[in-house]
């Protein structure tokens, strides 16, 4: 496998959760070179010039910043932008008619937060490839 990789997104305003899952990621995939974390999704935005593969998202994202925007929001933006971005929704999201939006409408995929969701995260990762590998894409 390649050691060059595009970065991956952490967008997630619980930081120990975000510190946590961005330890894991660099222990599953040591070929990555760049795991970045947001507290909101608006500093994600200002970032997306480095052409994440992979955005990680909480759908509330405005627990300890009101004036932030949620989820769906911020994904519709990436998509806009970067619309070849794989963006993973990881939330306790109990409205699942957001879910649905973000899952048919921006072609997310959805993993509910659980003490299987790194586990699950990983494989996604990996399948997110016909090589069962970290997918490379074109900025």
């Not at 619309?83 to 990881?90: A, D, F, S």
């Amino acid at each position: 496998m390649k050691n060059q990789a595009y970065p991956i997104f952490i967008v997630e305003d619980n930081e120990v959760y975000a510190k946590s899952l961005q330890t894991f990621m660099q222990s599953r995939f040591p070929q990555l070179q760049e795991i970045k974390v947001f507290r909101i999704g608006e500093l994600c935005l200002m970032e997306l010039h480095r052409n994440p593969g992979i955005v990680i998202m909480d759908y509330v994202l405005n627990s300890k910043y009101e004036q932030a925007n949620n989820g769906l929001e911020i994904i519709k933006r990436i998509k806009e932008e970067k619309p070849l971005t794989k963006i993973i929704v990881l939330s306790v999201q109990e409205k699942f008619d957001v879910i649905l939006e973000a899952i048919k409408k921006y072609d997310c995929s959805y993993i509910p937060k659980d003490k299987d969701s790194f586990q699950h995260i990983e494989q996604l990762i990996k399948d997110f490839s016909p090589q069962k590998a970290i997918p490379h894409f074109e900025p």
